[in-house]
């Protein structure tokens, strides 16, 4: 019901691009807001990006990345991407999509990932100096 996929991780070198892409289900879809998060190892989580997906279509970013990665959408495919330019080596991590109703409305969705209640299985990004 709750369902998000992504996809588009690799490896690059550092400066490079990526794309990534998350797919949801109508249902996750509609929860209102949807987030980039990554995990790297021993790290916590870190919430990226986030971007309302029902009810506006504000977008949200972590200092540490804004200005390099950009979050959007594609409602006609209930799509969420983020593209990440300028890529360094601290940027490798798993990275995941979520999915949740923000708070209020019009929904505020930050990047609290305990605001979030459907997570896809990850996709790993390695970025080589």
């Known amino acids: 019901q709750g369902q998000v996929v992504e996809s588009g991780g690799g490896s690059v070198e550092a400066g490079g691009s990526l794309r990534l892409s998350c797919a949801a289900s109508t ?6 807001c949807m987030a980039w998060f990554r995990q790297a190892p021993g790290k916590e989580r870190e919430g990226l990006a986030s971007i309302v997906t029902r009810g506006g279509d504000s977008t949200y970013y972590n200092s540490s990345v804004k200005g390099r990665f ?3 959408q594609d409602n006609a495919k209930n ?6 330019n300028s890529l360094k080596p601290e940027d490798t991590a798993m ?11 019009p929904p505020l969705c930050g ?3 305990p605001n979030y209640h459907y997570w896809g299985q990850g996709t790993q990004v390695t970025v080589s100096s």
């Open 79 to 84: 799509t969420v991407y983020l593209q990440m």
């Open 70 to 72: 950009t979050i959007s």
């Open 27 to 32: 249902f996750a879809y509609s929860r209102s």
């Open 95 to 105: 990275y995941y999509c979520a999915a949740g109703p923000g708070l209020g409305w």
């Open 111 to 113: 990047i609290a990932h």
